[in-house]
């Protein structure tokens, strides 16, 4: 407001175009404008629309009645044309005709004044409409202005934005690698105990070996100690076999899923197998704790998409349970039911553990959204899942939840990925 007042005024000798075919007449204005106006004069119509199209007065003073073209006339062409359409048209006329006056204002004038005209009335008249025009054209500028101002803005915002996905998505990856590491240390703890069994019995048996040894050099081996000899070994031997055959069913579950969440490798899998392999990696922490989680997924539905995603919001979604569901004394249910209909695989993870208030529903998948800041949680584990589940899946996610009684998300994801 205080840019538009200060500005405003009348531009320093404005233009003034003198329309009238009586030369009179044009007389008598003259001397009314001349000392502040720069006056330019015409006799006839086409006159005064070239001045207009050269000169570009600030506004025109129009006679209405001319031979060959009227003032009516002149203003329409006036009107017609982008180039002199701004320009602010008074006509002025002998007649005191109301109808004429109207048609003038239908045609684009700003204003009327009677001949003869009073000194006073006509040079405050057009400083008015000089002063109109000039606080429009202010407007005008404001606006554009403030269109320049928020368009910039806009700009920087769409910036920002980008670098927040763009942030969003190298987190995105960190947690992909997390949640490797988090398998690494889990199974290299899980493969630990039938390797070291393995390890106990081969010594053992190399013991009892050389024990045999010294009998059969002494000579004194008996076929009581020849017999339990074979029974050591037999026993060791199965023992190790054991052992290696479940460190090896270990690193086959391990391979399948550490290769997809370093990848993001499409292609086509059992949701089954998959989400049971993902179980299994899990289950050295998930075992410290009484909870379950039963898996409801009929064999055979298969998906052509990134298994190592899923595999990233079940893990999620599992964790999450158990860290925010259950409290640790009473054992929680976890329920993971898949189906397909259609091209759609639906995926529902519900537990029957404290659940989420509903102020809190709407802000879940926001980034750092946690209610265990400062305990280990970060906030970003649902916004992943969210991320995954419709950017990377093009699927759709819901969570709903019945306070005290437990959570329930809901995943629908193209069984072919697009
Ligand atoms: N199954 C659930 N039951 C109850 N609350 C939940 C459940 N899953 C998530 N929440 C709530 O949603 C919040 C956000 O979860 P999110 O996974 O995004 O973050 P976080 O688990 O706190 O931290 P992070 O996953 O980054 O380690 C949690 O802090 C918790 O309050
Ligand atoms: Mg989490």
Not at 237 to 243: P, S
Not at 288 to 300: A, E, K, M
Not at 339 to 344: I, S, W
Request: a negative charge; aromatic letters at 4%.
């Amino acid at each position: 407001m205080t840019v538009l007042s200060a500005s405003l005024s009348v531009p320093r000798r404005p233009k003034l175009l003198l329309v009238d075919d009586q030369p009179i007449n044009i007389q008598t204005l003259f001397p009314i404008f001349s000392a502040d106006y720069e006056v330019f004069m015409a006799t006839t119509g086409a006159q005064a629309l070239k001045v207009c199209a050269n000169q570009y007065p600030d506004l025109v003073l129009l006679d209405v009645m001319m031979p060959d073209m009227d003032g009516h006339e002149v203003c329409r062409q006036l009107k017609a044309n982008p180039a002199t359409r701004n320009i602010p048209v008074i006509f002025v006329t002998a007649q005191d005709n109301p109808e004429n006056e109207s048609l003038g204002l239908q045609i684009g004038a700003v204003d009327f004044i009677s001949k003869p005209v009073n000194a006073a009335v006509v040079r405050a008249r057009v400083r008015l409409h000089l002063l109109l025009r000039a606080s429009l054209e202010q407007v005008q500028l404001l606006n554009e202005d403030l269109e320049a101002r928020v368009s910039a803005r806009t700009r920087e915002l769409e910036g920002a934005l980008e670098q927040l996905r763009a942030s969003q998505d190298s987190l995105a990856s960190s947690e992909a690698k997390a949640t490797l590491s988090l398998l690494v240390a889990s199974v290299s703890h899980e493969l630990g105990t039938p390797l070291s069994n393995s390890v106990m019995a081969a010594s053992t048996l190399a013991e009892r070996a050389s024990d045999f040894q010294g009998l059969v050099e002494a000579g004194a081996i008996k076929r009581s100690d020849f017999t339990a000899f074979v029974a050591t070994i037999g026993e060791g031997t199965d023992l190790i076999q054991r052992n290696l055959h479940r460190a090896h069913e270990l690193l086959g579950h391990f391979r399948q899923v550490a290769a997809d969440q370093a990848s993001e490798q499409r292609r086509v899998f059992d949701v089954a197998q998959t989400i049971q392999e993902i179980l299994h990696t899990l289950q050295p922490s998930l075992k410290r704790f009484p909870h379950r989680v039963t898996l409801d997924i009929p064999s055979g539905i298969t998906m052509d998409s990134q298994p190592g995603a899923l595999g990233q919001i079940v893990i999620n979604l599992i964790n999450n349970a158990y860290l925010h569901a259950f409290d640790h004394e009473t054992p929680g249910l976890l329920t993971v039911r898949v189906r397909l209909a259609d091209t759609q695989v639906h995926l529902v993870f519900a537990d029957n553990g404290v659940g989420i208030a509903p102020d809190n529903l709407s802000k879940l998948f926001e980034p750092f959204f946690s209610t265990k800041i400062g305990q280990g949680g970060t906030g970003l584990g649902l916004a992943i899942v969210h991320n995954l589940v419709v950017k990377t899946l093009g699927g759709a996610i819901r969570v709903s939840s019945d306070l005290g009684h437990g959570t329930r998300f809901e995943i629908e994801l193209p069984q072919t990925q697009s």
